[in-house]
């Protein structure tokens, strides 16, 4: 939701059947929006995500054929699994918000939001998203195993039939519009923000660039983007105005992949997630 908020894409890790296509399917699903799916392989090709120009014979002239990134919300399932060049023919729409074909310059939907998963356990056949790539994406969203109850949930579902993973069409009821989307991205703006939260966030992401177990720290465009879901984590909080727990809250997710520790640290085992919290523990918190 805070992706949404935000206008930004999200990236999703984890291990095999931890529902991370079906939590996106379901989101689509509430919202009343067009989505569709791209499932990357070693063989897709750009022109399979963005489309391409196809010659009418009726009318003697090229026409677009539209590929699956022209939509609100796109799922690219196991985006690690194609080449770079195939996963860059994203990054013009996720930045941009419009693609160039041939010369010519198509605009996406004004909310086009991409939401990428990932396995983070597998190597072979799988290519790594660069730094610039990573960067493209507001959150980096761990997705963890579910806990006892709620996998117990899941197992009773499945044995009395109602599987949680088929999600037919009616299954879920929309909640809200497109419209109402952009209505809630555009609120973001009258969330106040303290000049003492607005040092605080800077603090943090400048500290990033001096740690010792840090080797390349976050950019500006790091704490723009905190700046921007610490607001999205308030309003989902019931709140106008941003505290430092909302910085808190959101400092992994939205540094953890902008930066790289330095080879002594990670030879010592040391997780981003830890540092980040070590930075968080130096910085004085606004009163």
């Known amino acids: 939701m805070i992706t949404l908020l935000c206008g930004g894409h999200a990236l999703l890790e984890g291990v095999p059947g931890t529902a991370k296509t079906l939590a996106v399917r379901a989101l689509a699903m509430s919202l009343s929006c067009q989505a569709k799916r791209i499932q990357f392989t070693p063989d897709l090709m750009p022109s399979d995500i ?20 022209f939509t609100d919300l796109l799922l690219g399932d196991e985006i690690n699994r194609a080449p770079a060049k195939t996963q860059s023919a994203l990054l013009e729409g996720m930045s941009e918000r419009h693609v160039t074909l041939d010369g010519v310059r198509y605009e996406l939907s004004a909310v086009f939001t991409v939401f990428a998963t990932q396995n983070p356990i597998e190597f072979e056949g799988t290519y790594p998203l660069s730094e610039a790539q990573q960067d493209r994406f507001l959150l980096k969203i761990r997705v963890d195993y579910p806990a006892e109850d709620a ?9 009395s039939g109602h599987p949680p993973d088929r999600l037919a069409p009616g299954t879920l009821q929309p ?13 973001l703006d009258q969330v106040i923000v303290e000049p003492g939260v607005m040092n605080y966030i800077l603090k943090i992401v400048r500290a990033t660039r001096n740690h010792e177990s840090i080797l390349i720290g976050a950019s500006p465009r790091g704490s723009i983007y905190l700046l921007l879901a610490g ?3 308030a309003v989902l909080q019931g709140r106008s105005f941003v505290t430092p727990d909302d910085v808190v809250a959101m400092a992994v997710p939205v540094l953890g992949h902008r930066m790289t520790l330095t080879a002594d640290a990670e030879i010592q085992g040391a997780t981003m997630p830890e540092i980040i919290q070590s930075v968080l523990d130096k910085t004085e918190v606004p009163r």
């Open 151 to 159: 996998e117990r949930g899941v197992l009773q579902a499945v044995n």
């Open 50 to 69: 963005v489309g391409t120009n196809v010659f009418n014979l009726n009318t003697n002239s090229f026409e677009l054929r539209k590929g699956p990134i």
């Open 175 to 187: 909640i809200f519009s497109v419209r109402t989307l952009q209505e809630a991205q555009a609120a």
């Open 231 to 233: 607001k999205a984590h």
